[in-house]
């Protein structure tokens, strides 16, 4: 099918196309240089066209949203929508945790056509892709847990990088994952002692190793390997006034380490949810934003980049593999709580959180995420995200960028909406900072794309893949920047007029009319198969003796993952030669 | 304060279900400006069927209003499977004249509904005001929260003239439930806020991990939690603007959650 978006205004930051007015031609579900006459003319002149969003950052499948859904029913019965004639979709259910379809139909609605489930331990790797299979209409690619693998452990305390290489490789197979995350490395596995580790170089109790040891090695190996995707780290200390001074450390602990020269990313970190690893204090009492100096180290240095994790105020889930910190949540609040190990692999948490506009701490935590957008001065350097749902649902994103767009809004909210700590005890209202198109196609499309290494989206250049959203946005008269325009252009962003997604029209006038399945994004690293055989055939006694499966029942098969994007990657060896 | 009711709704029940009947769209804000054929043809669920209420309902209307406050409902028959009476009702009044199954009034949030019967679980669940009048029992969870919520009933009056079953107003955080009789186990668990005052006898259990809040047991309670510490015995106290009669015990808790709910006890 063949189609032609006629006139539109096009935000393309990777093309440097900024609002120019211009038709996009899509033939096979590619972006081409021009179509035949058969092709079908959709008018969209003068309207907001980007390229599909892209999220890199967000908790959509596993087993912790089935946890989740089990044990907040009063979540569920939120945002009910029944099924209509006249939509394709069916029933809406959910508002933290909606159901599988729902955020099918919700994302695609948004305009976002590719979505990263964060956080996907090898063993539940099954069920995150049973679930993806449920969700319609996305892209997902999913990041596969190793930040505290007893394997990895063993292989930092005994410094065999080697060994954890082939280790990786094997591993990313066996889970059909995209890249490497470390969720507080080495914090998460003391939880099985009932403890935290307190910063970078706090040993862990059994295998006394510290997350300085196992980000620099998992780096190291992601370097070597080339995976598309840097390393994807949750820095320790999350949520813990002071907490901003291990997140520098963190900055800092990988910055000799050459990226691999294959690769067309920046960066060799990307430090996810950083508004919640930005804070000065010693307790909620005298907390007090540290955004200041991560976004100065942020913009000298180009070896990182990072999502937000922006507070939305709104009553939330919150759901991390980092267990410990759930718990101190949980005597924080008093809340329900629920907690679950995975064995061998890594632990996990649940507990619903309050983002009140009258709480000092939710509005410090809501004005750290924006001083983050206002201070980095490159948006190539972060990317959108609420950490969905632990700072706010991703129906969110919208609202977030009318604050983004409007300096007005920002400051009504600021001098009359929200407690005083936002201004007291940061430096939001220091910035006058107003966001444009251009950046914000850049930290919803073109940036995620770009640190995600998903190089075939992200842009409308010839030859990307045809995901576009279109906008019933005139932006040559409307002025997001207005305060009385937020709610306009939130609603509008919310509802597209367009969603195109492989060339196929999903969303027509923001009613969804045709599902497709979602398709399995996951990483496959060729020429290291003999090695990985060996490593395998000696792992083995060790797992069938820790693990409650046997290794055969581990890993994803094939057929849970269809439709699928299989991106190869050749090993070439040790090409950084310090690494 | 006497609300003359302009237009009066009469469903008399002519052919009775065993599969419950859906109530939840026959409200006063709902069918104040309609007239008899809509009403008529006003859909309510039987099982998972769509059905009208003139299927199993003989309907008269007298009177007319312009605004739901002026609309009542009268409901006469075998209403022991009619599910939802007045659920998530703003406004107006509803009588039923019967035994009335799960969800009576649940979810309000003003109105005033009278049911001259017993009324099975779930009566009054999160409500959040108006006022609903049992004459009859209630089953279990008159009051509380749906599953999983920590935010049970939060506004509005429940008036229990007979007894109240299990769990009455577990995690209520506001507004007042009378029991004139008695009462079964679990009342007022993990409460944090407003006002249950029972006349009747209460079993064990009462105020379990409450937080915050007032229970006033007028008649007897069997067994007084540990958790619960004696502060001072008052004659003739002053709660929440009311005086009551006689030589009360004040007890605060639950200790177990570092809760400062007051209990009253008649002694």
């Excluded at chain 1, 599909?52 to 569920?76: F, N, Q, T």
């Excluded at chain 2, 304060?1 to 009469?10: A, D, E, G, P, S």
Aim: with cysteine; charged share 25%.
């Amino acid at each position: 099918m063949e189609y032609l978006l006629k006139n539109g205004i096009v935000f393309d930051p990777k093309n440097n196309i900024d609002g120019e007015q211009m038709d996009i031609f899509i033939k096979d579900g590619k972006i081409v240089e021009n179509v035949s006459s058969d092709a079908k003319v959709l008018d969209v002149s003068g309207k907001l066209v980007m390229p599909g969003g892209v999220d890199l950052h967000s908790h959509i499948a596993g087993p912790k949203l089935s946890i989740g859904r089990l044990y907040r029913p009063e979540d569920i019965r939120r945002g009910i929508k029944p099924a209509s004639q006249e939509d394709i979709s069916g029933f809406e259910a959910g508002f933290s945790l909606p159901t599988c379809p729902t955020i099918g139909y919700r994302y695609t609605k948004m305009g976002y056509t590719t979505v990263t489930e964060a956080a996907v331990p090898p063993l539940e790797a099954k069920h995150a892709h049973e679930e993806i299979n449920s969700i319609p209409n996305l892209d997902i690619p999913t990041l596969t847990l190793f930040g505290n693998n007893w394997f990895m452990l063993k292989y930092v305390k005994e410094n065999r990088l080697d060994d954890l290489t082939y280790f990786i490789s094997k591993w990313l197979k066996l889970a059909k994952g995209y890249g490497i995350k470390i969720v507080n490395p080495c914090g998460s596995e003391a939880w099985g002692w009932g403890k935290n580790v307190d910063g970078l170089d706090d040993p862990e109790p059994h295998w006394n190793v510290t997350g300085r040891e196992v980000i620099t090695a998992l780096t190291k190996v992601n370097e070597r390997l080339g995976l598309p995707h840097s390393v994807h780290v949750h820095t320790n200390d999350l949520g813990h006034p002071g907490n901003y001074t291990t997140t520098l450390e963190t900055f800092d602990c990988i910055k000799d380490i050459k990226k691999n020269k294959n690769v067309e990313r920046n960066q060799t970190m990307h430090c996810t949810h950083v508004q919640f690893h930005s804070y000065k204090g010693t307790s909620w009492r005298d907390v007090s934003s540290g955004a200041t100096e991560l976004i100065d180290y942020i913009n000298k240095h180009n070896h990182l980049t990072c999502d937000i994790g922006q507070i939305t105020f709104d009553e939330t889930t919150t759901m991390t593999a980092d267990a410990p910190m759930e718990y101190d949540l949980f005597r924080l609040t008093g809340l329900k709580w629920a907690n679950k190990d995975i064995e061998v692999e890594t632990s996990s948490g649940l507990i619903p959180s309050i983002y009140s506009k009258h709480a000092p701490v939710s509005v410090l935590q809501w004005a750290v995420g924006l001083e983050f957008f206002m201070g980095v001065t490159d948006p190539w350097k972060i990317a959108l995200t609420t950490d969905s749902p632990n700072g706010g649902p991703f129906i969110r994103y919208p609202k977030i960028i009318s604050w983004l767009m409007s300096q007005e809004k920002l400051q009504d909210m600021l001098n009359n909406e929200v407690h005083n700590w936002a201004v007291n005890r940061t430096n939001l209202g220091t910035y006058d900072r107003e966001y444009t198109w251009n950046e914000i196609a850049t930290i919803t499309r073109a940036s995620p794309a770009k640190i995600l290494g998903l190089n075939d989206r992200g842009h409308l250049g010839m030859g990307a893949k045809a995901d576009v959203s279109v906008y019933d946005i005139d932006v040559e008269n409307f002025d997001p920047t207005l305060k009385n325009n937020s709610a306009i252009l939130e609603n509008k962003l919310l509802n597209s007029k367009y969603t195109i997604k492989d060339g196929e029209i999903l969303v027509k006038d923001a009613k969804i009319v045709k599902l497709v399945k979602s398709n399995h994004i996951w990483c496959k690293v060729n020429g290291l198969e003999k090695e990985e055989e060996i490593l395998t055939n000696r792992i083995k006694p060790e797992f069938n003796k820790y693990y409650t499966i046997k290794y055969e029942n581990y890993g994803v098969n094939e057929h849970y993952i269809k439709p699928e994007t299989c991106v190869d990657i050749e090993y070439g060896g040790v090409i950084c030669e310090n690494n | 304060m006497v609300v003359l009711f302009v237009k009066t709704i009469n469903l008399k029940m002519i052919k009775s279900s065993s599969i419950a009947l859906e109530f939840d769209n026959v409200l006063p804000e709902l069918l104040y400006d309609k007239s008899l054929e809509d009403v008529k043809n006003t859909i309510i669920f039987h099982g998972n069927k769509k059905e009208a209420v003139s299927d199993y309902f003989d309907v008269n209307i007298t009177g007319k209003s312009d605004i739901p406050d002026d609309c009542e409902i009268i409901i006469d028959g075998d209403l022991s499977r009619v599910k939802r009476i007045g659920y998530c009702m703003s406004s107006g009044k509803i009588v039923a004249n019967g035994d009335v199954d799960f969800h009576v009034g649940a979810c309000m949030s003003g109105g005033t509904i009278i049911v001259n019967g017993n009324a099975e679980s779930y009566a009054g669940r999160e409500m959040t005001g108006g006022v609903l009048r049992i004459k009859g029992n209630v089953k279990e969870f008159c009051g509380s929260s749906y599953a999983g919520d920590w935010r049970g009933m939060s506004g509005g009056k429940i008036i229990v003239e007979g007894n109240a079953g299990k769990q009455l107003a577990e995690y209520m955080v506001g507004g007042e439930i009378i029991v004139k009789g008695n009462c079964d186990i679990l009342a007022g668990v993990h409460m944090a806020g407003g006002l249950i005052s029972i006349d009747g006898t209460i079993n064990q259990w009462v105020g379990g991990q409450m937080k915050k809040g007032t229970i006033i047991v007028n008649g007897k309670l069997e067994e007084m939690l540990p958790t619960f510490t004696l502060q001072e015995i008052v004659h003739n106290p002053l709660i929440c603007g009311k005086y009551y009669i006689g030589k009360y015990e004040l007890y605060s808790g639950d200790n177990g959650v570092k809760g400062v709910g007051s209990l009253w006890l008649k002694k």
